[in-house]
C-alpha cells in the first residue's frame, strides 16, 4: 500500500524556517517525483515545485523561488519541504502527492503568527 | 505560466441530477488535465487525468473530456459523497496550475 506520511503541525514567527518532512512508503521511491502544494485557509491549491528523487533535481514555482527547498533523501525514503522567510501569508496546509497526483499525504498546517 | 479558470464557481445541485464542470486553460495543453475532488479537512484525490482516464477505484458516474483548452467533468448522477469542491490542473508545462476550483453544494 503506498503511503505518504507528514510531519507534524507547525506554529513559526514571522522570519523564521519551517522544514516539512514526507516519508513515502509501498513503492520505489526513485521512480516517482515528490511535488509539494500549498492550500492557504479557505483557499485553492498551488502547486509549490518538486524533486525527482532519482536525481535531486527541482523545479520550483516562481512564486516561491528563492524561498522554498525541495530535497529528497533516498536512505529514508523522505523528501522534504523548507520554506524560509516566513509571512503570515504562508500559514496553511502543505501538501505532498506523488505517482501523477495518485497519492497525497495528509497535509501539515503551518501557523505563522508573532 | 498557463492560467486555469474553472466554471461556475459554486453549484447548487439535488442529488440524483447530473452535474457538468467547465475548465479552461489560457493556451493548449493537449490532453494533459487533471481532476480532483477535495472534502473539507481532506487531501485531494485524483478522479481523473489524461483529461479522460478515471483513476483507479474512481465510480463510472465521473467523466471527463475535452483537449486543447476546453474541459469538462461529468458527474451523471449526483450521490451524497460527492459534493465538494473540485478542481483541475494542468500538467502539460511548468509550473503545474491548478483551475481555482468549483464548489458543488447541496440545493
Known amino acids: 500500500e503506498v503511503q505518504l506520511v507528514q510531519s507534524g503541525a507547525e506554529v513559526k514567527k514571522p522570519g523564521a524556517t519551517v522544514k516539512i518532512s514526507c516519508k513515502v512508503s509501498?513503492?520505489?521511491?526513485?521512480?516517482?517525483?515528490i511535488h509539494w502544494v500549498q492550500q492557504a485557509p479557505g483557499k485553492g491549491l498551488e502547486w509549490m515545485g518538486l524533486v525527482d528523487p532519482e536525481d535531486g533535481e527541482t523545479i520550483y514555482a516562481e512564486k516561491f523561488q528563492g524561498r522554498v527547498t525541495i530535497t529528497a533523501d533516498t536512505s529514508t525514503d523522505t523528501a522534504y519541504m523548507e520554506l524560509t522567510s516566513l509571512r503570515s501569508e504562508d500559514t496553511a496546509v502543505y501538501y505532498c502527492?506523488?505517482?501523477?497526483?495518485?497519492?497525497w499525504g495528509q497535509g501539515t498546517l503551518v501557523t505563522v503568527s508573532s | 505560466e498557463i492560467v486555469m479558470t474553472q466554471s461556475p464557481a459554486t453549484l447548487s445541485v439535488s442529488p440524483g441530477e447530473r452535474v457538468t464542470l467547465s475548465c479552461r486553460a489560457s493556451q493548449s495543453v493537449s490532453s494533459n488535465l487533471a481532476w480532483y475532488q477535495q472534502k473539507p479537512g481532506q487531501a485531494p484525490r485524483l478522479l481523473i487525468f489524461g483529461a479522460s482516464t478515471r483513476a483507479t477505484g474512481i465510480p463510472a458516474r465521473f467523466s471527463g473530456s475535452g483537449s486543447g483548452t476546453e474541459f469538462t467533468l461529468t458527474i451523471s448522477s449526483l450521490q451524497s459523497e460527492d459534493f465538494a469542491v473540485y478542481y483541475c490542473?494542468?500538467?502539460?508545462?511548468?509550473?503545474?496550475?491548478f483551475g481555482g476550483g468549483t464548489k458543488v453544494e447541496i440545493k
Open positions: 509501498g513503492y520505489t521511491f526513485t521512480d516517482y517525483y
Open positions: 490542473q494542468q500538467y502539460n508545462n511548468w509550473p503545474l496550475t
Open positions: 502527492a506523488t505517482r501523477g497526483g495518485g497519492y
